[in-house]
């Protein structure tokens, strides 16, 4: 199995532009969460779904952020328009039998 | 609300020095607890968890005991190696939701 798979890697855009971050899920893997990790606040989760549809958007930090899961293998994670203060490192995880396993994460820095 | 307190770091060990990470959680009911694992620029990778009182987690010689009457879950590892350097979270899934609450991570460096 491939793991969760995130892209890109890194991002680096300027204020103002769109950025748009991508995740893949492990197979069968039926809750999908959206985390982001900074130095200051740790790691906080933004949103998380099930079975495709979003159950607790309660962490999503502005309405600049948005998330959809068109289906079981694919989300996104949106940000429009970007601030400086979004930088950070965006982590995706899928959950089975109690467990989240997380992707490598998106390094996203905007200028 | 559930939440895990774990030692602040940064921690510095020798090779083949005991490590002890200690990690107390708040919660309702009979949560689920886990060690993360972070090394630099990786994601988190789950190093081990328990489910119930008294279970024992266990994974590359890390080993944690779930003890509900003292709410904690400490990781220990008994001689540790250079490539035991990474971050640290503690974490906890409620019995009834789907999320985690994590601990702020301990920045463990063993030196050779």
């Known amino acids: 199995d491939a793991g969760v798979i995130q892209s890109p890697r890194h991002e680096v855009t300027e204020m103002g532009q769109e950025v748009t971050l991508r995740c893949k899920p492990i197979?069968?893997?039926?809750?999908l969460f959206w985390y982001r990790q900074t130095m200051m606040r740790g790691l906080e989760l933004l949103i998380y779904?099930?079975?495709?549809?979003?159950?607790?958007d309660s962490g999503m930090p502005e309405d600049r952020f948005s998330a959809k899961m068109p289906n079981a293998s694919f989300s996104t994670l949106k940000i429009q328009p970007s601030e400086p203060r979004d930088s950070a490192v965006y982590f995706c995880?899928?959950?089975?039998?109690?467990?989240?396993?997380f992707g490598p994460g998106t390094r996203l820095t905007v200028l | 609300g559930d939440s895990v307190t774990q030692m602040e770091g940064p921690v510095t060990l020798s090779e083949e020095a005991f490590l002890t990470i200690n990690c107390t959680y708040t919660?309702?009911?009979?949560?689920?607890l886990f060690w993360y694992v972070q090394y630099p620029g990786e994601g988190l990778q789950l190093l081990l968890k328990?489910?119930?009182?008294?279970d024992k987690g266990s994974n590359k010689g890390f080993e944690a005991t779930y003890r509900k009457e003292t709410t904690s879950f400490h990781l220990e590892k008994g001689s540790v190696q250079v490539s035991d350097s990474a971050v640290y979270f503690c974490?906890?899934?409620?019995?009834?939701?789907?999320?985690?609450?994590f601990g702020a991570g301990t920045t463990v460096t063993v030196r050779a």
């Open positions: 328990a489910t119930k009182a008294d």
């Open positions: 197979s069968g893997h039926d809750y």
């Open positions: 995880a899928s959950r089975a039998r109690g467990t989240q396993y």
């Open positions: 779904f099930n079975n495709n549809v979003p159950i607790d």
């Open positions: 919660a309702t009911g009979y949560p689920s």
């Open positions: 974490a906890l899934s409620p019995s009834n939701d789907y999320k985690l609450s």
